[in-house]
């Protein structure tokens, strides 16, 4: 089957995208308010763009016009102070992710509804997730927006603090992934409401060809 961007909705082509570019990787977002509320969401577009300096980018769609348009918390937070932090998902907190992207109303406590602690930040004002091994704080760059009838906005942000539990790191400070007790179970999102865990991994060396 073969179809252009015109033929579909941009219903469809959220569906057809989030299953055919996939397992995405999960940023799972801490921010505060301007009075320094904390707030906590997913997001799968996303991806680390640069290392010198380290850089995150994700990606955070409009409100839907039926749930009254306009941007998300994370988004107004980031603009507003300019921060956040961004956790690994793991498959131990599937339900956890996908539970802190239901839309609370402005005066509950995410973070108590869904049942997160939290530790403080080195850096910058956000919390960090207590049970997330790797945490990664940030400080917005710059945001670039996109698109009419369904707006999104890609947040660009230098790292400006590391953190890992010592346990899932190797000999080299990387971070190990798999199902061991020492490894992330990385959690990725496929289409719809399916998930992937990174249980099994394997090393692909350099091959003989090129010079
Ligand atoms: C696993 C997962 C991934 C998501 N990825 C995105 C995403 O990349 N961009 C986006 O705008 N919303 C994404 N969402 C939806 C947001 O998490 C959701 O709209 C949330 O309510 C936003 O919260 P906030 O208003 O506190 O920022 C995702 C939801 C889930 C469960």
Known sequence: MDWSPADRSPGAHYHFLTSAVAPRPIAWVTTVDGEGRANCA?????QGVGSDPPMLMLSI?????????????????IQET?????????????????DSA??????????EAVGLETVPSHVVRPPR???????MECRLVETHRFGQRVPVTVVFGEVVHFHADDAVLDKRGNVRAGAGPD??????RLGGHRYAAVDETFEVGPGSVGS
Do not use: I
């Open 42 to 46: 997913p997001f799968s577009y996303f």
């Open 61 to 77: 769609s409009d409100r839907p016009e039926r749930a009254g348009g306009g941007p998300k918390d994370t988004l107004r937070n």
């Open 183 to 188: 490894a992330v179970r990385f959690l990725a």
């Open 129 to 135: 997730l207590a049970d997330s091994p790797v945490a």
């Open 82 to 98: 300019g921060e956040f932090v961004v956790h690994v998902a793991t498959a131990q907190h599937a339900q956890q992710v996908v």
């Open 102 to 111: 239901a839309p609370f109303p402005p005066d509950v406590d995410e973070l």
